[in-house]
């Protein structure tokens, strides 16, 4: 595996594959790798020659300083994993490389018609998170040029982002969406995970056994008012320990509110439980 740095060198290499005919698919992370992101990687072996993994913590999409500093890194245990998974490249740029003119001065990438997708959910908690994705996938697009990249379905308001960005800007790449890995108590895989203590983490499962709980009222009574179980289901997740920022079911091609025609539905949730913020999503 070829762990690159630099810009050029990782354009110079994926140019290198296209004029040898060859394609390439491309994982974007912020490291601290875990089964989750292994599997996107694993899915992203089979759809194309060469397989490239970003390990990028994007300031831009963190709202407050405090969660960029506390966000867990860990570079050597990433890089062995990707060795591991047969990755072609890692590609590892540090800060003055993606923004050397500063991160304040990088122009945000504009995308026709993002609202209301980004300013809902985790866009209305963390208003600038959207824009800062946008901002480093778009560049990392440009830089990786892959011919399709694979983003995990745990993120699904950030897949449903990426996928409006492609269409609206016709960049020519394949999004694909990568399912979501669980731990056996039906707690999603997540970075974020590593900062719940032991009985924590256990009781964490919760939250998806509360959604599964939602999803099977809404498919047993389809005449049911969907707030009022989406409230019960939050009083039930505070009865546990979490404080739930929202629980909604929403239409899945756009994360606009769901009406009863709508057939493609999904539940999604964020919720903190001691010092971390969990979000979660299934499908109706
Ligand atoms: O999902 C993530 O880890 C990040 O948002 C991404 C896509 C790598 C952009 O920084």
């Given at each position: 595996?070829?762990?690159?740095?630099?810009?050029?060198?990782?354009?110079?290499l994926?140019?290198?594959?296209?004029?040898?005919?060859?394609?390439?698919?491309?994982?974007?992370?912020?490291?601290?790798?875990?089964?989750?992101?292994?599997?996107?990687?694993r899915q992203?072996?089979?759809?194309?020659?060469?397989?490239?993994?970003?390990?990028?913590v994007?300031?831009?999409?963190?709202?407050?300083?405090?969660?960029?500093?506390?966000?867990?890194?860990?570079?050597?245990?990433?890089?062995?994993?990707?060795?591991?998974?047969?990755?072609?490249?890692?590609?590892v740029?540090?800060?003055?490389?993606?923004?050397?003119?500063?991160?304040?001065?990088?122009?945000p990438?504009?995308?026709?018609?993002l609202?209301?997708?980004?300013?809902t959910?985790?866009?209305?908690?963390?208003?600038?998170?959207?824009?800062?994705?946008?901002t480093?996938?778009?560049k990392?697009?440009?830089?990786?040029?892959?011919d399709?990249?694979?983003?995990?379905?745990?993120d699904?308001?950030?897949?449903?982002?990426?996928e409006?960005?492609?269409?609206?800007?016709?960049?020519?790449?394949?999004?694909?969406?990568?399912?979501?890995?669980?731990?056996?108590?039906?707690?999603?895989?997540?970075?974020?995970?590593?900062?719940?203590?032991?009985?924590?983490?256990?009781?964490?499962?919760?939250?998806?056994?509360?959604?599964?709980?939602?999803?099977?009222?809404?498919?047993?009574?389809?005449?049911?008012?969907?707030?009022?179980?989406?409230?019960?289901?939050?009083?039930?997740?505070?009865?546990?320990?979490?404080?739930?920022?929202?629980?909604?079911?929403?239409?899945?091609?756009?994360?606009?509110?769901?009406?009863p025609?709508?057939?493609?539905r999904?539940?999604?949730?964020?919720?903190?439980?001691?010092?971390a913020?969990?979000?979660?999503?299934?499908?109706?």
């Amino acid at each position: 595996m070829q762990t690159i740095h630099h810009i050029t060198d990782m354009s110079s290499l994926s140019a290198r594959w296209r004029e040898q005919g060859e394609t390439s698919a491309f994982v974007p992370t912020m490291g601290n790798l875990h089964d989750g992101h292994l599997s996107l990687v694993r899915q992203a072996r089979d759809l194309a020659d060469h397989v490239v993994v970003s390990i990028f913590v994007n300031p831009l999409q963190f709202d407050r300083a405090a969660d960029l500093d506390a966000y867990p890194r860990t570079l050597e245990a990433d890089l062995d994993a990707l060795r591991a998974e047969g990755v072609d490249a890692a590609f590892v740029p540090d800060e003055q490389e993606m923004y050397p003119h500063g991160r304040e001065a990088e122009p945000p990438v504009e995308v026709p018609g993002l609202e209301p997708l980004i300013t809902t959910l985790e866009g209305e908690q963390r208003p600038g998170h959207f824009p800062g994705v946008v901002t480093v996938v778009k560049k990392l697009f440009d830089i990786v040029a892959p011919d399709v990249a694979v983003f995990g379905e745990k993120d699904f308001q950030q897949l449903r982002v990426i996928e409006h960005m492609v269409a609206t800007l016709g960049l020519p790449v394949r999004v694909v969406a990568g399912e979501t890995r669980r731990e056996a108590n039906g707690l999603a895989m997540s970075s974020r995970n590593n900062y719940l203590g032991a009985a924590e983490r256990e009781q964490a499962g919760r939250l998806h056994a509360v959604l599964q709980e939602l999803r099977r009222r809404l498919l047993a009574d389809p005449v049911a008012d969907p707030d009022a179980l989406c409230a019960e289901a939050r009083a039930e997740l505070e009865a546990a320990g979490f404080r739930p920022d929202y629980v909604v079911v929403r239409r899945a091609s756009d994360l606009a509110p769901a009406g009863p025609q709508d057939t493609d539905r999904r539940i999604l949730a964020a919720a903190w439980l001691g010092p971390a913020r969990l979000i979660d999503n299934i499908k109706v």
